[in-house]
């Protein structure tokens, strides 16, 4: 008697053979462009991730610990992030460079690729999404906020594709909403995702993205508890660990509002109730869309309240305008078609590759004394995000809430 093996598994191993083959090769592109665009010697964010996953191996002080080279700069992030970086601080700083980079590039294109509707990529045949998804991640690069990213080793586009890809799984996909709770133990910043949880009543998503948080803290009190201590009872309080507020790089309401008062005591209380009455707007305009099954658009326009009401808003924080910017296209084109679409695409796309807020002076508190006329390309992260949002709402009145997830029993 035959046996006959099923078709699609001669197809897994040549399958996992050409992701293998796709990683390697990105590896080999990623230490050839690091050795042309010199960026062996910089890439300063990664090196305080490595340098904290250095101090750990060698039983330091993970909060006193400076990285040396004339900029001091301190490890500002939860403990389970310098645990999460001790392979990093355990391998030659070329391997780590490369390892760490095509990280940063593979994440890029998942991001393409989960923002890109499964409409687009029904008009495509397998060889033109690879590349499509390749030409955008080339061309992502020019982007100020990616670019940023690659340039200084941040870890932006990692957190932002573990986020994306666990939120727009099927609400009953396993432990959704865990990967989301181990972002925010990596770097606080992400934590107001949660209040979208909340709104959209997915009690079970929210359950797993606490538990998440949890076994981060856990896993750092295990393993450096005087460190852990030390972290979530002050070094979460020390803003200034991060760097000057009015710096032009930190495109934020908090930043904004410095560059025009410094630190007047109208400041910290008019960053507060910005921050308040954003968020609520945030929170009713991506619940609408969560609501109409547009999960990656309601997720980009709560990545927003982050991105406004964080105290400090690195420019590379900004990589969140990818799945933003084709919501921003999809809603566009479903009011008024594909001409205003892809015009609008290409003017908020192009727009950030312009990289217009380091047009002005910027550094050693310059930006105080912008003239109004600086003050628009200096804050131009923040104007085109507004507008963005703007948009959003208006093209939301279109939208029909699906039935699924109204009717949809709360998770438990």
Same mark, same amino acid.
């Given at each position: ?8 598994s ?20 990623v ?28 039983g330091?002080?993970? *909060? ?58 029904s ?5 033109? @999404?690879?590349a ?9 690069l ?13 870890i ?30 990596v ?44 972290y979530?009872t ?6 200034? @660990?991060?760097?000057?507020?009015? *710096? ?5 309401f ?17 960053w ?16 609408? *869309? ?28 900004w ?29 908020? *796309? ?63």
């Amino acid at each position: 008697m035959t046996v006959t093996t099923p078709a699609s598994s001669p197809t897994r191993p040549a399958g996992r053979r050409r992701v293998v083959i796709a990683i390697a090769g990105c590896a080999i592109l990623v230490a050839l462009g690091a050795w042309i665009g010199h960026l062996y010697g910089g890439m300063i964010d990664l090196r305080v991730y490595r340098m904290g996953g250095s101090v750990l191996l060698h039983g330091d002080s993970l *909060y006193d610990a400076k990285l040396p080279g004339g900029s001091n700069l301190p490890f500002t992030y939860p403990p389970f992030a310098a645990i999460a970086m001790v392979p990093l601080g355990a391998v030659p700083w070329g391997v780590a460079l490369v390892v760490w980079t095509t990280i940063s590039v593979l994440c890029t294109t998942a991001l393409w690729r989960a923002s890109l509707t499964k409409t687009f990529w029904s008009f495509v045949t397998q060889r033109k @999404r690879t590349a499509v998804l390749i030409a955008l991640t080339v061309l992502s690069l020019l982007l100020e906020p990616v670019w940023q990213t690659i340039q200084f080793g941040q870890i932006n586009l990692l957190l932002t594709a573990m986020i994306l890809l666990d939120l727009i799984r099927p609400n009953d996909a396993r432990l959704r909403g865990f990967w989301l709770g181990v972002t925010i133990g990596v770097k606080l910043t992400p934590l107001p995702i949660l209040a979208l949880l909340v709104v959209t009543k997915q009690w079970r998503a929210l359950r797993n993205a606490v538990l998440g948080l949890l076994a981060t803290m856990a896993i750092g009190f295990a393993i450096v508890p005087h460190q852990s201590w030390r972290y979530w009872t002050d070094v979460i309080l020390d803003a200034n @660990r991060v760097g000057g507020l009015a *710096y032009t790089g930190n495109q934020s309401f908090n930043g904004f509002l410095h560059r025009i008062g410094d630190e007047a005591s109208w400041v910290q209380p008019t960053w507060f109730v910005l921050s308040a009455v954003f968020g609520l707007a945030v929170l009713w305009l991506a619940r609408k *869309y969560w609501l109409a099954d547009e999960r990656v658009t309601a997720i980009s326009v709560m990545a927003l309240a982050v991105l406004y009401a964080s105290p400090i808003s690195w420019s590379h924080h900004w990589v969140w305008i990818i799945p933003l910017g084709v919501s921003l296209i999809r809603g566009i084109n479903r009011v008024w078609g594909l001409n205003p679409a892809v015009v609008t695409g290409v003017l908020f *796309y192009g727009l950030f590759v312009l990289r217009s807020i380091w047009w002005v002076p910027f550094r050693d508190d310059r930006e105080l004394d912008w003239t109004f006329w600086q003050s628009i390309p200096g804050n131009s992260h923040l104007i085109v995000g507004m507008i963005a949002f703007i948009l959003l709402a208006i093209t939301s009145r279109g939208l029909r809430q699906d039935e699924n997830s109204k009717s949809r029993p709360a998770q438990v």
